[in-house]
């Protein structure tokens, strides 16, 4: 996984504080949480428009309360609409139960995390964790293909509650033993729980409690600006529909910096039910809308224009009609797939991930730090450990064949000697593996009681962790960590090594 440009992520202090235009100021470190990581090189300088996402990228929303939100409208369908049982709506739904880049498999009735060589790891059916021998059997006799339809990604915090409700309901259907159609199940809950998007029954409570959902980000008005004063044009790009974007960007940015009437200043370019991923592979047109009754409007689009709003398009168009091509353009994204992968996939557009669970997965790091450094220095041990258990070995084994030849005699005490190294080798072994064991769980357990941290999987990346390195040119936690870096930066990714160069 990338960092920091150098790590240590000084700029002039000069960049982001005002009253001091132009003068150089002393370098500063930018807090951990806050920074931008690097996957590849990057030059600020060059990029000429940037775009976001809204939902979860310039839109952050209060996580626990989304997830309440959508599980109890789920719930409310799955019984109202699917006939399900109404002790459903009583069962408790822990929250930890799902973390993004999760895989459902719809056929087992299970949910399961992935290492970046497509390895299962954690396997859950309902509550109950999957013995090794059991992740063995279904998973690991032949290759997993996850293209195949039993399989569905959990790849959006808005997914979260889906998997979460998922694995209590076949839990509870699935008690005393009783069978349970886990592929339907699985159907219920996604038709369930899209239908609470597409009728607007999850989003017109939001827009009524704003407040209630979405995060206030003191810093991000500053970042846009802060893009804008350096020549950028910027643009919004999102599949949420005109009313509901307007209500969350009236809510985040109106009346936040004078020299903005509406948020819509801030924007070059706004376009509305994107429609991605289909946005990048697709040949929809442009559409325009009135924006004070959000009617589509008749005349064809011939040129994006400041001040006016857009639905739907694609993006040969919107390269064409933006006058910006290619690595000129940033996009910044939470979707792996549909803001990041096709992103990249299907242009050559640069790209920056919105990863909000780094935030409290840094902190926790943070405090895990000596318990991670003794978790490094026993590897390493491991390592000695076995290399010199190897070496010891083809010692004892010269020394039993002189032994057998010479008969009783020093060889044959040097052997019996050996052989007492070679065990306390392999007790020694035995304790750092064992204290090993201890620490991979408590710290796993830390970030996750049953998934560990999204980004690992054991001691290898995660398959979310590998896509978010493969795809995003950088990554943060929120937009508003630009705001520590000059609009003009050459953010440098760390030299790549293999293990050999280690």
Known sequence: ????????????????????????????????????????????????????????????????????????????????????????????????????????????????????????????HGLRALTREERS???????????????????????????????????WLGKGGAPVDTDRLWSDVRASIDEAHRDDSLKSVIKAELARFVVVDPDLPATLHKLRSSGKRLFVLTNSLWDYTDAIMRFLLDGKLPAYASWRSYFDIVIVGGKKPAFFTDAAPFVELDAQTGAPLAEPVTALHRGRVYEGGNLVSFEELSGTRGDRVLYVGDHIYGDIVRAKRSSVWRTCMVVQELEPELATAERLAPKLRELEELDRKRRNLDAEIDYQNLVLKSLQRMAEEAGAGPADLAKRRAKAGLDDLRAALRDATERHEQLEDEIDFAFNAHW???????????????????????????????????????????????????
């Not at 959006?156 to 209590?168: H, M, N």
């Not at 995003?472 to 990714?493: E, H, K, M, Q």
């Open 137 to 171: 059997t279904l998973y690991r006799r032949q290759r997993v293909r996850l293209a195949e339809p039993r399989y569905a990604w959990i790849d959006t915090l808005f997914a979260l509650p889906e998997a979460v409700i998922y694995l209590r309901l076949v839990d």
């Open 452 to 502: 560990g941290p999204t980004l690992k999987e054991g001691n290898e990346k995660s398959r979310f962790g590998e896509q978010v390195e493969d795809y995003a040119c950088l990554y943060t936690s929120r937009v508003s960590n630009l705001l520590a870096y000059s609009p003009l930066r050459y953010f440098r990714a760390p030299r790549d090594k293999m293990p050999h160069e280690l």
């Open 1 to 124: 996984m990338g960092s920091t440009d150098d790590d240590l992520s000084r700029i002039p202090s000069a960049a982001g504080l005002p009253g001091r235009p132009g003068l150089p100021g002393r370098p500063f470190d930018v807090p951990r949480k806050k920074r931008v990581f690097v996957n590849r090189n990057l030059r600020m300088d060059q990029i000429e428009l940037v775009g976001f996402d809204m939902d979860y990228t310039l839109a952050i929303y209060i996580q626990a309360e989304m997830e309440r939100l959508s599980i109890e409208l789920t719930l409310k369908k799955l019984v109202e609409g699917r006939g399900y049982s109404r002790e459903i709506l009583g069962l408790p739904y822990p929250p930890e139960l799902a973390i993004r880049g999760l895989m459902v498999d719809r056929a087992e009735g299970n949910v399961f995390k992935m290492d970046r060589h497509g390895h299962v790891g954690r396997v859950l």
